[in-house]
């Protein structure tokens, strides 16, 4: 069945400093991954997104990464700033089972 | 601008009472689902629908069931509440072609005493 894992469960990092959050997933015939941030009592929204025959996308301070044989991919924030603080979620889009499947989100807090 | 929209946004029932969840969207999307949001396990998926005449279980759906209306409607029912189906409850939408993302509503906040 589907599964993915996300890792670390909290982070926190000094602003200025970069910070990872990484996921696995279970299903090779995955092949989209997108990721969403949610704000405090806020709706989960898309961040950025990465497809399967790509190995990284960048769109200014947050860039996402993917390795399709170790069936890891990554979320890297540099230059943290206060407001990137919330709670992020990696997702696995599957074709095979039109399902979308969350992992179990990273609280992220950026000290000033 | 086109949205998705969840009635009710808070909700306290009582245990073994009947509830419905809301969810309504302008997207024009034919997929629609709901999840559930709890504390350190992020959000799970309950039941999804690809369009009125197919509707399917996730993860976790002992204890819910779902309405497909119309294209733009989707139901979520517990027919007799209890406490840990206190939770965060989101519904979400995706277009079946071209761009993939998933847009959520803004959630209703059910808590069963």
């Known amino acids: 069945g589907e599964n993915v894992e996300q890792h670390p469960s909290t982070l926190s990092v000094q602003e200025g400093d970069s910070a990872v959050i990484k996921c696995t997933y279970s299903?090779?015939?995955?092949?989209?991954f997108p990721w969403y941030k949610q704000e405090l009592g806020k709706r989960p929204q898309l961040i950025i997104d990465i497809r399967s025959n790509v190995g990284e996308k960048k769109d200014q301070r947050i860039a996402v990464t993917l390795n399709k044989t170790a069936k890891h991919f990554s979320l890297h924030i540099t230059e943290t700033q206060p407001e990137d603080s919330a709670v992020y979620f990696c997702?696995?889009?599957?074709?095979?089972?039109?399902?979308?499947?969350f992992g179990s989100g990273t609280r992220l807090l950026v000290r000033p | 601008d086109a949205d998705v929209t969840q009635t009710p946004r808070n909700r306290i029932t009582k245990t073994g009472k009947r509830i419905m969840l809301e969810c309504s969207q302008t997207k024009g999307h034919d997929r629609m689902y709901w999840y559930r949001q709890d504390p350190g396990l992020g959000l799970r998926l309950i039941y999804y629908s690809f369009d009125v005449k197919d509707i399917n279980k996730g993860e976790i759906s002992d204890g819910y069931s779902v309405s497909r209306q119309a294209q733009a409607k989707f139901s979520l029912s517990l027919e007799s509440a209890i406490p840990n189906q206190t939770a965060l409850y989101f519904c979400a939408t995706r277009s079946s072609g071209g761009k993939t993302e998933a847009f959520f509503g803004q959630g209703t906040r059910l808590t069963v005493v």
């Open positions: 299903d090779s015939a995955s092949n989209y």
């Open positions: 997702a696995v889009w599957m074709d095979s089972s039109y399902k979308l499947i």
